[in-house]
C-alpha cells in the first residue's frame, strides 16, 4: 500500500511538503521464492510478524517458504527464544545475537561490521547468512576477482561440508 499526499508548507510558500507512506513490506512478490521476517523480542515485533504470518496462511502461501529471523535487539528479555517461536508458529532460522557495540561503532564510523571488523563473530555470522540465502548458482561459480568477504565465506562453507 502506498500513498502520497501533498500539501503546502505556508500559504503562499513557494515550497510543497510531501509526505509518502508505506507499508514496510510494499512492492514484495508473494510469489518470491522465500521470505524472511526479521522479528525482536519486542510486543511491537511479535504483532507485526504474527499479522503477517496470519495474511500468508489465508493466502495459501506455504509455510516452508516462509523463515523468521530473529534480532536479539537487548541484552536480556523475559520474552525467550522458546516463547517467541511458540508465538510465531516456527523455529527461528537463525539468530542475531546482541552486539549493540559492535554496530553503534560501526554506524558511529559509517562501515559495515563485515568489512570494519570482519573476524566478530557476527561479522561471521551476517556473511554465511547472506551466503545461505544466495542463488545455488552463485554459491557454486567462484567471482572473477574474489573478495576478501567472498573468500572468507567460501572457505568455512567448505570446512563446514567436510
Not at 56 to 79: R, T
Request: charged share 25%; net charge positive.
Amino acid at each position: 500500500m502506498y500513498r502520497q499526499v501533498r500539501r503546502r508548507s505556508l500559504p503562499g510558500d513557494p515550497f510543497n511538503v510531501t509526505d509518502i507512506h508505506m507499508v514496510a513490506h510494499a512492492g514484495t512478490h508473494v510469489d518470491a521464492p522465500l521470505h524472511y521476517f526479521e522479528g525482536a523480542p519486542d510486543m511491537a515485533s511479535i504483532r507485526a510478524v504474527t499479522a503477517a504470518l496470519d495474511t500468508y496462511e489465508k493466502l495459501d502461501y506455504p509455510k516452508e517458504k516462509i523463515k523468521f529471523v530473529l534480532n536479539a535487539i537487548f541484552p536480556s528479555s523475559n520474552l525467550s527464544k522458546d516463547k517467541l517461536e511458540a508465538a510465531m508458529g516456527m523455529s527461528a532460522f537463525v539468530t542475531i545475537p546482541y552486539t549493540r557495540d559492535v554496530f553503534v561503532e560501526a554506524i558511529n564510523l559509517g562501515q559495515p561490521v563485515v568489512t570494519h571488523r570482519p573476524n566478530l563473530p557476527i561479522s561471521n555470522l551476517l556473511e554465511d547468512f547472506a551466503f545461505h540465502v544466495s542463488k545455488d548458482a552463485h554459491k557454486k561459480a567462484r567471482p572473477q576477482n574474489p573478495t576478501e568477504a567472498w573468500s572468507r565465506v567460501y572457505g568455512r562453507h567448505q570446512t563446514r561440508k567436510r
